[in-house]
T-cell receptor
Framework: DAGVTQSPTHLIKTRGQQVTLRCSPK?????VSWYQQALGQGPQFIFQ???????QRGNFPDRFSGHQFPNYSSELNVNALLLGDSALYLC??????????????FGEGSWLTVV | GNSVTQMEGPVTLSEEAFLTINCTYT??????LFWYVQYPGEGLQLLLK?????DKGSNKGFEATYRKETTSFHLEKGSVQVSDSAVYFC??????????FGAGTRLTVKP
């Protein structure tokens, strides 16, 4: 049973460019959340997708957008990249948004470096 | 708002020493509480969780008890090993919505 898979694992972008990160949830999961983890800090919630809609959003600007597909996979898009966007981007999946007690699983993350 | 505060590191222990990493939380409603571990260069792995007051989560010798009266979820292990060296994150969520993490505590265990 594959867990949460993310791609790419590492990438380097230039300021002002755009990036797309991809996530496939754990089998049986229908909810995907994205987190940004800056070096030496805890992950920060970006947003959550369920039933192909953004359900909750953290304190991130509109440059951060996402999408969920009918197969529950998800993309995170970041436009107009800033140096401060350099971080590990983590995808997490769970079953049924809004259900307490269900375990949330994290992927290995995508390391983004903006130069 | 909902938040987690955990003991700042780094923490350095000798093998077989006792470990405690403190975590306290602030939440409206009834959160589930978690400890995640992150090994160097890897993503987050769930270590243990507790979903209601007085629940004890345990895994791989680690334990934490959900204490509503003190709003705490301290992580403990009786005898740490070198392989336990990692960063430990305390976290909470309500209804599996956005998960709030602490800043992380780096543990180094020396032989």
């Amino acid at each position: 049973d594959a867990g949460v898979t993310q791609s790419p694992t590492h990438l380097i972008k230039t300021r002002g460019q755009q990036v797309t990160l991809r996530c496939s949830p754990k089998s049986g999961h229908d909810t995907v959340s994205w987190y940004q983890q800056a070096l030496g800090q805890g992950p920060q919630f970006i947003f959550q997708y369920y039933e192909e809609e953004e359900r909750q959003r953290g304190n991130f600007p509109d440059r951060f957008s996402g999408h969920q597909f009918p197969n529950y996979s998800s993309e995170l898009n970041v436009n107009a990249l800033l140096l401060g966007d350099s971080a590990l981007y983590l995808c997490a999946s769970s079953y049924r948004q809004g259900s307490s007690g269900n375990t949330i699983y994290f992927g290995e993350g995508s390391w983004l470096t903006v130069v | 708002g909902n938040s987690v505060t955990q003991m700042e590191g780094p923490v350095t222990l000798s093998e077989e020493a006792f470990l405690t990493i403190n975590c306290t939380y602030t939440a409206t409603g009834y959160p589930s509480l978690f400890w995640y571990v992150q090994y160097p260069g890897e993503g987050l792995q769930l270590l243990l969780k507790a979903t209601k007051a007085d629940d004890k989560g345990s895994n791989k010798g680690f334990e934490a008890t959900y204490r509503k009266e003190t709003t705490s979820f301290h992580l403990e292990k009786g005898s740490v090993q070198v392989s336990d060296s990692a960063v430990y994150f305390c976290a909470l969520s309500i209804n599996n919505n956005d998960m709030r993490f602490g800043a992380g505590t780096r543990l180094t265990v020396k032989p």
